[in-house]
T-cell receptor
Framework: DAKTTQPTSMDCAEGRAANLPCNHS???????VYWYRQIHSQGPQYIIH???NNETNEMASLIITEDRKSSTLILPHATLRDTAVYYC?????????????FGQGTELSVKP | DGGITQSPKYLFRKEGQNVTLSCEQN?????MYWYRQDPGQGLRLIYY???????QKGDIAEGYSVSREKKESFPLTVTSAQKNPTAFYLC??????????????FGSGTQLSVL
């Protein structure tokens, strides 16, 4: 599975957009990009995923570069409840056994 | 509400003792998983099960055992052979089809500590 690189931590002002980058330069054509987040002492929560097109749902937007070597998760109007660790994960299209490889993620702090 | 229930929230183990962590889901998912998380680290896969009465080892299965007698239940036993059991344990499930677009749904976790 491709490895991902994320900044260790980021700050964001409440109400502003939070842009979380992820580098996955070794991604292959049959691998999706997934984002999960984990609020302290809770289980991770699915946010969004994509293959090569940009995606948007009620929680966030995912922008994937044309060469697919990096992506950005956008929380359009961050709130204090968005403070969490955000994980960028790459998975093959046909994944055996739920083997999500969670790296260290980005700790996002949303401040008033 | 549909979801995954893990119990207990906190568990203490004495030296040489086996302990069992409970995981129940009412999402009608075929696949269930156990992960371990150490402080400041990502998740590591212990065991997973894609169907009742079948399960496979993950990356760190040594010192752990599981069973899958019912679709909705996937208990994890931390045996005395696991020498460093203190960690946050997470159970997850998915409507596994083998394709990567399935989402994992996680429980709220069990914090296991050694006395």
């Amino acid at each position: 599975d491709a490895k991902t690189t994320q900044p260790t931590s980021m700050d964001c002002a409440e109400g502003r957009a939070a842009n979380l980058p992820c580098n996955h330069s070794t991604i292959s054509g049959n691998e999706y990009v997934y984002w999960y987040r984990q609020i302290h002492s809770q289980g991770p929560q699915y946010i969004i995923h994509g293959l090569k097109n940009n995606e948007t749902n009620e929680m966030a937007s995912l922008i994937i570069t044309e060469d697919r070597k990096s992506s950005t998760l956008i929380l359009p109007h961050a709130t204090l409840r968005d403070t969490a660790v955000y994980y960028c994960i790459v998975r093959p299209i046909y994944n055996q056994g739920g083997k999500l490889i969670f790296g260290q993620g980005t700790e996002l702090s949303v401040k008033p | 509400d549909g979801g995954i229930t893990q119990s207990p929230k906190y568990l203490f183990r004495k030296e040489g003792q086996n302990v069992t962590l409970s995981c129940e889901q009412n999402l009608n998912h075929d696949a269930m998983y156990w992960y371990r998380q150490d402080p400041g680290q990502g998740l590591r896969l212990i065991y997973y099960s894609q169907i009742v009465n079948d399960f496979q080892k993950g990356d760190i299965a040594e010192g752990y055992s599981v069973s899958r007698e019912k679709k909705e239940s996937f208990p994890l036993t931390v045996t005395s052979a696991q020498k460093n059991p203190t960690a946050f344990y997470l159970c997850a499930s998915s409507d596994w089809t083998g394709a990567t677009n399935e989402k994992l749904f996680f429980g709220s976790g069990t914090q296991l500590s050694v006395l």
